[in-house]
């Protein structure tokens, strides 16, 4: 992994999803508010250390968990993160779990991604249009990232699922249950808000990134029932205690 020049990790960047709008034990050091031509990211940046090892933290949907997936400047959070020398990020996300494997309360580090969102600003190329780039998306995670997040899990104790594809939807409503058994159809396995346009610009901009899902409902007609925001609350107040211990490893990697 890169280093800086006083022989130290270049910080992890981690945007944090629902559940995830602070980092407990992160020793904070201090806070940027970052402009970017593409406007303001969610929130001013966090600096501050796990464990001794560097991170910025950045929550997705705002300090106050105000921004709904839709409403996210997402090429300005990717910008910013880069614009501060962060080379590797992990994007948080809670999802709902299609496939039988992906119960509520598992994690996973999804593998592929199809992208069902509509109408967000996804890319960081335009205006240039005599410089179209189109860049290679056939992996759309860091394979080193997403292992490093494995072997974090493992070290740390925490059972966690290796790859699964995950279906962006643009959302904030939930899905249907026809649409899910679609998104099925197509090999999905967990579906979220919020993994596109996210995925992409991190790519766009050169970014080693990598997903940390985690199942906090069965999606729409795989469970028993509609689905409930106090089933998710929940299963988000169990999981996060697990996915944080892996962050805090992947930040010493
Ligand atoms: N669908 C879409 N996004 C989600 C879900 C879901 O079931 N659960 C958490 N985020």
């Known amino acids: 992994m890169a280093k800086q020049a006083q022989g130290e990790h270049t910080p992890v960047g981690i945007i944090g999803g629902s559940g995830l709008t602070r980092l407990h034990a992160l020793k904070v050091e201090r806070q940027e508010v970052i402009s970017t031509p593409y406007g303001e990211p969610s929130a001013p940046l966090t600096f501050g250390r796990f464990d001794g090892n560097p991170v910025v933290f950045l929550p997705r949907h705002g300090a106050g968990h105000t921004l709904p997936p839709h409403g996210v400047n997402y090429r300005a959070n990717l910008w910013a993160l880069r614009h501060v020398g962060v080379e590797r990020a992990i994007g948080m996300a809670a999802v709902g779990g299609i496939t039988s494997v992906m119960a509520p309360g598992v994690l996973c580090v999804p593998d592929?991604?199809?992208?069902?969102?509509?109408?967000?600003?996804?890319?960081?190329?335009?205006?240039?249009?005599?410089?179209?780039?189109?860049?290679?998306?056939?992996?759309?995670?860091?394979?080193?990232?997403?292992?490093?997040?494995?072997?974090?899990?493992?070290?740390?104790?925490?059972?966690?699922?290796?790859?699964?594809?995950?279906?962006?939807?643009?959302?904030?409503?939930?899905?249907?249950?026809?649409?899910?058994?679609?998104?099925?159809?197509?090999?999905?396995?967990?579906?979220?808000?919020?993994?596109?346009?996210?995925?992409?610009?991190?790519?766009?901009?050169?970014?080693?990134?990598?997903?940390?899902?985690?199942?906090?409902?069965?999606?729409?007609?795989?469970?028993?029932?509609?689905?409930?925001?106090?089933?998710?609350?929940?299963?988000?107040?169990?999981?996060?205690?697990?996915?944080?211990k892996i962050l805090a490893a992947v930040a010493a990697v």
Request: with cysteine.
């Open 112 to 244: 592929q991604i199809i992208d069902y969102t509509w109408g967000r600003e996804h890319t960081l190329y335009e205006g240039d249009l005599e410089n179209v780039t189109h860049i290679d998306f056939t992996e759309p995670y860091c394979a080193e990232l997403r292992e490093a997040l494995l072997e974090s899990a493992s070290q740390v104790g925490v059972p966690i699922y290796n790859g699964g594809t995950y279906a962006a939807t643009q959302g904030p409503r939930l899905e249907t249950a026809a649409e899910i058994k679609r998104l099925e159809r197509d090999g999905c396995d967990v579906v979220g808000m919020t993994g596109m346009p996210e995925a992409a610009l991190a790519a766009e901009l050169g970014l080693c990134y990598a997903c940390l899902a985690l199942n906090v409902n069965w999606a729409a007609g795989k469970g028993d029932g509609p689905i409930t925001m106090a089933e998710i609350e929940h299963n988000l107040e169990q999981g996060m205690g697990k996915a944080r």
